[in-house]
């Protein structure tokens, strides 16, 4: 992530995606809107919106999957965002991803209807006619650039830092302290004094009901 960004080769393997995810590269080409994908709904800041996939068209012809990011539900319809389809050649800096995994609460896509509830890579690309290859574009540093473009409809990209989280030691903090916290209620069970009501019942069982 934090190396250098590089041209992107015009064609990979998915071993190489595998293992440069997360590397920064620049690509270059056109947009093809005919075929821009509206994957959500999604949140942003607790706003829903969508986040819109399109291919890229190189300069070989060769195409690839791009996840341009997010933009607001109301500006769904292409026509009302005019500024965020260039007619020129755009250059970008990317991160090469992965095919995203989705879980089975997922409802299945709808590529008849132009219908994505998740970034399916394999679908998608037989959709567009593209590479089974993802890039993810990174989003302006700049704030004033990023309440422009969510404005005006611009895909708004993913952060340059990726926070990947880690709760590992939470857990761990969590599953041992309940481990304890049961440990401890059932040493108390065993150890715990008899009642006089049970200490009868053992003697009269002991004496054959001899003790009333």
Excluded: C
Aim: no cysteine.
């Amino acid at each position: 992530m934090h190396r250098r960004p590089i041209a992107f080769p015009l064609r990979v393997t998915e071993a190489e995606v595998e293992q440069n995810e997360y590397r920064r590269v620049i690509v270059h080409g056109h947009f093809d809107y005919a075929n821009e994908m509206l994957v959500g709904p999604r949140l942003y800041e607790g706003e829903p919106g969508f986040i819109v996939v399109a291919p890229l068209v190189r300069e070989d012809g060769s195409r690839v999957l791009v996840n341009r990011g997010w933009i607001k539900r109301e500006l769904r319809d292409p026509k009302l965002r005019p500024k965020s389809r260039p007619e020129e050649a755009v250059t970008l800096v990317a991160f090469v991803r992965r095919a995203p995994g989705k879980n089975s609460f997922t409802p299945e896509p709808k590529p008849e209807i132009n219908e994505w509830y998740s970034i399916d890579v394999e679908k998608m690309a037989k959709h567009a006619g593209t590479q089974q290859v993802l890039l993810e574009s990174i989003q302006p540093e700049s704030m004033s650039v990023i309440m422009t473009s969510l404005k005006d409809g611009v895909p708004l990209g993913v952060p340059s830092q990726v926070d990947i989280r880690n709760n590992h030691l939470q857990y761990l903090l969590i599953w041992y302290i309940l481990a304890g916290i049961t440990s401890g209620m059932l040493f108390y069970r065993l150890r715990k004094p008899s009642s006089a009501t049970e200490t009868v019942k053992k003697l009269r069982s002991r004496t054959g009901g001899f003790l009333q």
